[in-house]
């Protein structure tokens, strides 16, 4: 399978501990971005990679989160002591770069978070 | 965060019909997406549309690209019960280094065989 790929695909925790998600995208693709999606609502635009420089990062993503891109392939998303409002859909997508497809990201199949 | 109108919200409606579900925003876009979610997958691309007053098909799937540059719509014919999941349109402003995308909040279709 040649698509995104992300991991663990569910993850439960309980409040106050860290979880790391994985994601590693479509292999000649140098931009890779983040986002939340929680029920009910839409993704929501997290941060964004162009090759290993994390170029943007949303007001959503707080202080107990980081995200790494440490080789310009797979990204690491990590949430120190977790809260509640938290839980969420993690979604990882990646594209070409080149100036005709950079709308085109691809999803993976997002890793669900939930903080009890 | 900032988000797209999109409907309608939900759609009830029986194999073989045609479907229709709009998109608008009060900030002008230069490319649209359409993506079909099914329940605990991520979104896939279903349509992609670069150019104002642009119409594209991809099967029983067409697109149009608003010549505002503030709204779109996708029409699905013939639908059949695998149609079935939530639909998002998203927008997406080229021009420096992020082409990050805006997503509606979904429109979530039902299909009745």
């Known amino acids: 399978d040649t698509g995104v790929s992300q991991n663990p695909r569910h993850k439960i925790t309980k409040r106050g501990q860290n979880v790391t998600f994985r994601c590693d995208p479509i292999?000649?693709?140098?931009?890779l971005y983040w986002y939340r999606q929680t029920l009910g609502q839409g993704p929501e635009f997290l941060t964004y990679?162009?090759?290993?420089?994390?170029?943007?990062k949303s007001r959503l993503l707080s202080d107990r989160f980081s995200a790494e891109r440490p080789k310009g392939s797979f990204s690491t998303l990590e949430i120190q002591r977790t809260e509640q409002g938290d839980s969420a859909m993690y979604l990882c997508?990646?594209?070409?770069?080149?100036?005709?497809?950079?709308?085109?990201?691809?999803f993976g199949e997002g890793s669900r978070l939930t903080v009890l | 965060g900032q988000q797209l109108n999109q409907s309608p919200q939900s759609m009830f409606i029986q194999e073989g019909e045609d479907v229709s579900m709009n998109c608008t925003s009060s900030?002008?876009?230069?490319?649209w997406l359409w993506y079909k979610q099914d329940p605990g997958e991520g979104p896939v691309l279903l349509i992609a549309?670069?150019?104002?007053?642009e119409l594209t098909s991809n099967g029983r799937l067409t697109a149009q690209f608003g010549i505002t540059r503030k709204d779109s719509f996708l029409n699905i014919s013939a639908s059949i019960p695998s149609d079935v999941g939530i639909y998002f349109c998203?927008?997406?402003?080229?021009?420096?280094?992020?082409?990050?995308?805006?997503f509606g909040k979904g429109t979530l279709l039902t299909v009745n065989p």
């Open positions: 900030s002008i876009f230069n490319t």
């Open positions: 998203a927008g997406q402003l080229r021009g420096g280094s992020n082409y990050k995308l805006t």
């Open positions: 292999s000649e693709h140098n931009r």
């Open positions: 990679f162009q090759n290993e420089a994390q170029l943007e």
């Open positions: 997508a990646s594209s070409l770069g080149r100036e005709r497809n950079t709308g085109e990201l691809f």
């Open positions: 549309l670069y150019k104002a007053g």
